[in-house]
């Protein structure tokens, strides 16, 4: 498995953007699908973001698209949430998640989906 650790979380305004890092441990990471998923008080988490080990086809929740990008540079064994234009709804826990396979799958939004998960990172958007 991979070893997962986000950063990047805080406190911004509405309108605002904040990028989150997910760094990953182990030879496997640039093998890896990966994946953001998000959690809000009293809610399910809930998936936002997912890539191929390139980085190509983002798939991207209905709610955060066309805000959200998400990328990687394997290089650096770095999974990225880059968020703008953020609302109030966007206030969650952020985890990223490492696939268990190089491609995503059609059912690339469901936690099953994925085998290793960081410990999160707290995102709060006021308004």
């Known amino acids: 498995q991979v070893q997962l650790v986000e950063s990047g979380g805080g406190l911004v305004q509405a309108g605002g953007s904040l990028r989150l890092s997910c760094a990953g441990s182990?030879?496997?990471?640039?093998?890896?699908?990966m994946g953001w998923f998000r959690q809000a008080p009293g809610k399910e988490r809930e998936f936002v973001a997912a890539?191929?080990?390139?980085?190509?086809?983002?798939k991207y929740a209905d709610s955060v698209k066309g805000r959200f990008t998400i990328s990687r540079d394997n290089a650096k064994n770095t999974l990225y949430l880059q968020m703008n234009t953020l609302k109030p709804e966007d206030t969650a826990v952020y985890y990223c998640?490492?696939?268990?396979?190089?491609?995503?799958?059609?059912?690339?939004?469901?936690?099953?989906?994925?085998?290793?998960w960081g410990q999160g990172t707290q995102v709060t958007v006021s308004s």
């Open positions: 182990g030879r496997t990471f640039s093998s890896k699908a």
């Open positions: 890539c191929h080990w390139s980085g190509g086809s983002g």
């Open positions: 998640a490492a696939g268990r396979n190089s491609f995503i799958s059609t059912t690339y939004y469901r936690e099953s989906d994925y085998d290793s």
